[in-house]
């Protein structure tokens, strides 16, 4: 059975989802939110296994998430979604298929790119959900991060940014990309399919038809005209900004990224990027860089192992039995 919500597109942030979510979005039986990213925010003290029973409090926590309004509903929604809900998970179906109805659509689902982390939460609240995660080369979401990146904007929240910021986007891109392929890949191909950003933008519409059949959607041409009359032309616009189509070439690390920032990239998560088959230019490092990489990899395991010990005390202080 066809339930909501139905997908989520996920990713590491810089890597296209906004424009496959556009794509997505304009088919005709599919609406796509746009980050609300409150799904699992507003449940991160519960385990991850555990679909919690609808309590006040719960309620109150979707209600004042500052995100939650870009779902776009009534007020009364979530009251009248409660009502029909006994556990978190129910809640949700209620709220995105409310989602999808005032879109004029029977399914609705979610883009937020950091739910690449949350995947297990995820498929336990949601097994039919299927899972698009949108991979795009990690040196030209450096340089993308590189320049969007601020005031503690996505990678930029990383204490050693300030020091070596192209090292900071080769660790947290193979951080989200792998973390989603390590769960995603276990669920097989009825639940979990990737895509290549520069297959998307390359051959829109093969790849296209492709999500289509793993959708078990029909193919529909409106998904190739999602920016028809909204793309504007005025100077400075972002490709996001400006709803452009489809256009290769945005960003190129092989022209714009330096050296020395292509060298550190590779350093650090090379072996990644070979795995998705991606070229791999730098056949060997010099001794300034292999020792940038080696301190900057024991940093980001510390910071790792500090995050995981904060959140198993969080869990550990929220279910403490009295």
Known sequence: MKQNPFLFVVGCPRSGTTLLQRMLDSHPQLAVANDTHFIPKVTLDFPDETDPPLTAELIDRVRVYH???RLGLPEDAL???AAKAGTYSQLVCE???EFASLKGKPFGGEKTPDYVRQLPRLHRLFPWAKIIH???DGRDVALSALEWAKDGKGPSHFELWAE???AVCALWWEWQVSTGRREGLVWGARVYREIKYEDLVAYPEESLRTLASFLELPF???MLAFHQGKTR????LSAKS?????TQGLRDWKTQMSARDVALFEALAGDLLATLGYEHVAERFSPEIREVADRCRVWWDSEMAKREAKRKKLLAGAFVVS
């Open 79 to 81: 009251s009248r979604a």
């Open 95 to 97: 709220l995105y298929s």
């Open 220 to 222: 529909a041409v409106e």
């Open 242 to 246: 400006a709803w452009l189509p489809p």
């Open 134 to 136: 949108i991979i795009r």
């Open 67 to 69: 995100r939650f309004p």
């Open 164 to 166: 070596e910021p192209a």
């Open 233 to 236: 032309h005025k100077p400075g």
